[in-house]
């Protein structure tokens, strides 16, 4: 079946701008996460939803970053007022359950890089 | 902030050679896992082991896990061309619901 997808894969914002990323996970998985991964570098959480409930914001870098699932399914990232920091790559993952140990299966990632 | 990190940043082999990664880890884990990462493509999850296991085998590869030293092998056994990629391992923390990843720095392999 269908994997996670991610659109756009690529993303140019001047300084300031406010950027959307979509996330598709696979169909009827639970969890779902966005992680930030800086050039070089390992992943970071960012946030975490079981259905359309945030659980765990605790990676939001700042209160410019922004993420929903309003119907469970798919999730938007955004990111107000864009600064040359907020250059990363934005991996979305999803998994089936919302107990225990459940491997993630990630998107492509969305390369965002912000002039 | 990553959870740990790998060891070596960088590995370069001969195809057919054997390829040994390390990770070390700093809290309590639930379980760790490993990741390949190819340029333009996003994680692909390898191989699970929980931190009641001691090792794990999955085709051509081998995990070891060591948690009173908090740290992983992962061995990848008469490598191909197509292994090249960047290795991560990721921990899952020591809860009962589903949780994030830490990843570490990874291996450019």
């Known amino acids: 079946g269908a994997g996670v997808s991610q659109s756009p894969r690529y993303k140019v914002a001047k300084r300031g701008q406010d950027v959307a990323l979509r996330c598709d996970p696979i169909s009827g998985h639970v969890s779902l996460f966005w992680y930030q991964q800086a050039l070089g570098q390992g992943p970071e959480f960012l946030t975490y939803f079981q259905n359309e409930a945030q659980l765990d914001k605790s990676g939001l870098p700042s209160d410019r970053f922004f993420a929903e699932r309003p119907e469970g399914s798919v999730s938007t990232l955004k990111i107000q007022r864009t600064q040359q920091e907020d250059s990363a790559v934005y991996l979305c993952a999803s998994s089936p359950g919302d107990w225990g140990v459940d491997t993630q299966y990630f998107g492509p990632g969305t390369r965002l890089t912000v002039l | 902030s990553q959870q740990g990190e790998e060891d070596p940043q960088a590995l370069s082999i001969q195809e057919g050679e054997n390829a040994t990664m390390n990770c070390s880890y700093k809290?309590?884990?639930?379980?760790l896992q490993w990741y390949r990462q190819n340029s333009g493509r996003g994680l692909v999850h390898l191989i699970l082991i929980r931190s009641n296991e001691r090792e794990k085998h999955s085709g051509r590869l081998r995990v070891t896990l060591d948690t009173s030293k908090k740290s992983s092998s992962l061995l990848i056994t008469a490598s191909r061309a197509a292994d090249t990629a960047s290795y991560f391992c990721?921990?899952?923390?020591?809860?009962?619901?589903?949780?994030?990843?830490?990843f570490g720095t990874g291996t450019r392999l």
């Open positions: 990721a921990t899952g923390p020591n809860t009962g619901t589903a949780s994030k990843l830490t």
């Open positions: 809290t309590s884990i639930n379980n």
